[in-house]
């Protein structure tokens, strides 16, 4: 599934997305650990482009998009401007869950049950594993 247009993506988000995949942040990494291979039942893309944005990581088939974010995003001009990112996914349709760092490393089963039951909400096929 496409979620941005060919030109926008060839002409600045494909670099961009892939950097993002080869330095994944200790938390993005370890929360990619616990989503890839289909673990909690669902598929998921990471650092994927919707419209002009690199999301952290999609179930494509849930409309569910989660989002790690460090101490920066706590910046006013970064929550701001979160918000309005924010905003605009869900415009598009899709539901954005937001941890911070400290939540995916230091309290992972509750990012995942949290994960887990939106994805029971949202994905039809959904089935636990």
Known sequence: MYTTDAKRWKASLKEYARHNRKNPTPAENHLWQELRGNKLGAPFRRQHAIKSFIVDFVCLAAWLIIEVDGSIHGDIGEAEYDSGRTHELQECGFLVLRFT?????????????????????????????
């Open 101 to 129: 760092n400290e939540e995916v490393l230091h309290n992972t089963s509750n990012v995942l049950k949290t994960i887990a039951e939106h994805l029971a909400a949202l994905y039809p096929n959904y089935e636990p594993k």
